[in-house]
Structures are given as C-alpha cells and as structure tokens.
T-cell receptor, first 111, second 116 residues
Framework: LAKTTQPISMDSYEGQEVNITCSHN???????ITWYQQFPSQGPRFIIQ???TKVTNEVASLFIPADRKSSTLSLPRVSLSDTAVYYC????????????FGTGTKLQVIP | GAVVSQHPSWVICKSGTSVKIECRSL??????MFWYRQFPKQSLMLMAT?????????EQGVEKDKFLINHASLTLSTLTVTSAHPEDSSFYIC????????????FGPGTRLLVL
C-alpha cells in the first residue's frame, strides 16, 4: 500500500487560496489519488480524485506532477466552513484493494 | 448519487452487551464495503474489508470473533460488536465502493458508540 505524508496542520485566512501537498513516493502504476474532507463526528466526504496532471471540479483542483509522487489539493478562496481535516488517499480497485488513511491535514481557517 | 447511510447514528450500551451497526448504500450496489474505527483526534483505522457473499478480511490486530461483519447483499453490511467493553467506545465509519464508482469510496456518516 502506498503510504502518504501530509502536513499535520495548516492555518489560512478567509478568502485565501489554500494548497495542501501530499507525498506518496511509492505510488503504484494503477493507483488513483483521492482527497477527502472530514468534519468532527462525521464521515469523510469525497472532494476530488485524479490519476495524473490536473483535475478540477466545483470545489477544488488537484495537481499531480508527471512522476505522480506527490499531489496538491487546491482550495480557492476558503471560508470558515472549510475548517476540517483533509485526507489524501492512494489506492486502486483491482482485487478489492484497500486504502489506508494517513494522519490528514487539519486546516484551520481564520476570520 | 453515491449515498451511504449508517444506523444508528449513536448508541450507548452496557458493558457485555452486543451492538449491531448497519451500513447501507442507498443508490448504488456496493461490491466492497469497508469498516473503520476512529478514536478522538486520530485518523481512521481500517478494521476490515467486506465483499458481498464472502467472509470479511480483517486487519491485523482486529479480532474477527469480536467484530462480526456480514455483507449479505450488495447494499447492506453489518458490524456487530460482541460483548462490548468501554475500550470499544469509538466512532465507527463504513464506506462502500462499486465498480461503477471507479476508485472512489463513499463514506457513511458514522456511528458513535459509548460503552458504559
């Protein structure tokens, strides 16, 4: 299983763009990269998923360099409600592969 | 789409009793379901992987006789904590994935268990 490394915590002011980087040096060829958001006492919520280059949806962008050994979640213009823990997961569905949660990044948005 | 529910959302029980937690995929068929446990201020820890119609695969250190998992249908998996003790108090979260959902796991809202 690919292990992921993220910063433990980050602070940001409201309205700023936040970039959270995740390292996954031993990512496998058929692994995807998925980011989740978790609020206290709730299950993780899917944010975005990608395999390579750049993926964008209505809430975030995901940047993946060519070597795929890291990825960066970009949250545009964060608000107080974006205060949460963000997890980067790496895995694939072949043979019912499981994924392992790392420590996650605790993002604190400051007014 | 891709909604996963859990029931109950919270439960308080006496030590020694058993508690069953249900996990349902509401709008897709889940070929695989996962059960996680999360202690305060910690990350999610995978307990077991459940495939429909077959026995669950447990992670190292998770007692299969204590945490009984049944994945009887493509939309339902249950976790039964048998003879619960205070140290089993935790936040239990399930997730579901199907081939049609690609590589994405969709998580339930979690079940808070408090064993007195």
């Amino acid at each position: 299983l690919a292990k992921t490394t993220q910063p433990i915590s980050m602070d940001s002011y409201e309205g700023q763009e936040v970039n959270i980087t995740c390292s996954h040096n031993n990512i496998a060829t058929n692994d995807y990269i998925t980011w989740y958001q978790q609020f206290p006492s709730q299950g993780p919520r899917f944010i975005i998923q990608g395999y390579k280059t750049k993926v964008t949806n209505e809430v975030a962008s995901l940047f993946i360099p060519a070597d795929r050994k890291s990825s960066t979640l970009s949250l545009p213009r964060v608000s107080l409600s974006d205060t949460a823990v963000y997890y980067c997961l790496v895995g694939n569905s072949g043979g019912y592969q499981k994924v392992t949660f790392g420590t996650g990044t605790k993002l604190q948005v400051i007014p | 789409g891709a909604v996963v529910s859990q029931h109950p959302s919270w439960v308080i029980c006496k030590s020694g009793t058993s508690v069953k937690i249900e996990c349902r995929s509401l709008d897709f068929q889940a070929t695989t379901m996962f059960w996680y446990r999360q202690f305060p201020k910690q990350s999610l820890m995978l307990m077991a992987t459940s495939n429909e119609g077959s026995k669950a695969t447990y992670e190292q250190g998770v007692e299969k006789d204590k945490f009984l998992i049944n994945h009887a249908s493509l939309t339902l998996s249950t976790l039964t904590v048998t003879s619960a003790h205070p140290e089993d108090s935790s936040f239990y979260i399930c997730s579901a994935r199907s081939e049609g959902q690609g590589e994405t796991q969709y998580f339930g809202p979690g079940t808070r268990l408090l064993v007195l």
